[in-house]
């Protein structure tokens, strides 16, 4: 069997987030936020769902309050499709409204029961998560 083979036959399961790292265009990389988790699942047949928090300033009030808390909160959902290490997520619910109908591209690399998830590069840089397989 190949490593490719392999890669794709471990996705499918259910994942909590060891990490999330922005890196910026110059490669410095800042956690996202403090406190950060979340759960990650790839089913079987093509679905997946992600959704990720991180911590809020308590001293924050009133519409600042909204607003942390919104910018606190990461979802979608919907459908995947591998390609070799590239995944393709097609997303039909979204925490944003922006995403939604929009495919996400993310590149994927494993080490042991771990994947690791990064964004192309955007305006701002890219992401980088790493995902630990939960029973693995």
């Given amino acids: ?47 997946m769902s992600v959704s990720i928090n991180k911590d809020i300033d308590a001293a924050q009030a009133g519409d600042a309050e909204f607003e942390a808390i919104f910018d606190s909160v990461l979802f979608y959902s919907g459908t995947y499709q591998m390609e070799c290490d590239l995944i393709r997520h097609q997303v039909t619910q979204a925490s944003n409204p922006a995403r939604i109908g929009r495919e996400m591209l993310r590149y994927a690399s494993w080490s042991g029961p771990c994947v690791t998830l990064v964004t ?17």
Avoid at 19 to 29: A, P
Avoid at 129 to 136: D, E, I, T
């Fill in 120 to 136: 192309p590069k955007e305006s701002f840089g890219r992401a980088i998560l790493v995902w630990r397989k939960v029973g693995a």
């Fill in 1 to 47: 069997m190949t490593a490719q083979k392999n890669s794709e036959t471990s996705l499918p399961g259910t994942y909590t987030l060891d990490s999330f790292e922005i890196e910026n265009l110059e490669g410095l990389r800042t956690p996202w936020g403090v406190n950060t988790r979340g759960l990650l699942i790839y089913t079987p047949d093509g679905y």
